[in-house]
């Protein structure tokens, strides 16, 4: 095995620093596994899911195109977080008070791509989450009977987990 002799003069060997060096990189590397977005470049959504993009100084008005395919709520310190609502391409605007654009991208919402079952009764369509278990999620696209039932039980059990909340 190989080693590698520390300032202390103690001996460690280079595979426990290996170890280390991954596990004091790793959450690093885990906090910035979406790369921030440079001025222009496509934002890629996927669909009921969030990106978080940092706002330009100076930012005064923001502006979506179409806000049925995406979403954003303002937070502290400039924080922009953009949630994909339906399919499609929109773009994303921000103004100074002067009216000068500080900042623009495509915003891009895809559908869901892991573990996602699609099935096709002829033209009926309907979507499962397949994490671990399938079960029904609800899913643009899917056949209306479908969407509403699945929509609707949600809607039931959000409601009975409201109700049964402390008073």
């Known amino acids: 095995m190989a080693a590698f002799v520390s300032r202390c003069g103690r001996i ?4 426990a620093l ?6 004091v990189t790793t959450p690093i590397l885990a906090a910035d596994a979406e790369p921030p977005v440079s001025i222009g470049e496509p934002v890629v959504i996927t669909l009921d899911q969030a990106r978080v993009i940092r706002l330009p100084e100076r930012t005064a008005t923001l502006v979506v195109g179409n806000p049925l395919i995406a979403d954003v709520s303002l937070q502290a310190g400039g924080i922009l977080v953009v949630t994909g609502k339906g399919y499609g391409v929109t773009n994303l605007l921000a103004l100074d008070r002067t009216g000068a654009v500080l900042m623009e991208h495509p915003i891009e919402v895809q559908g869901p791509r892991d573990n996602v079952v699609v099935v096709y009764r002829g033209v009926e369509r309907e979507s499962y989450s397949c994490s671990p278990k399938c079960e029904r999620r609800i899913t643009l696209g899917d056949t209306q009977n479908f969407f ?6 949600t809607n039931i059990l959000n409601t009975q987990a409201q109700n049964a909340g402390p008073r």
Not at 12 to 15: A, D, E, S
Not at 18 to 23: G, I
């Open 12 to 15: 460690v060997p280079v595979l």
């Open 18 to 23: 290996f170890a280390l060096a991954v596990a």
């Open 148 to 153: 509403a039932a699945t929509l609707g039980q």
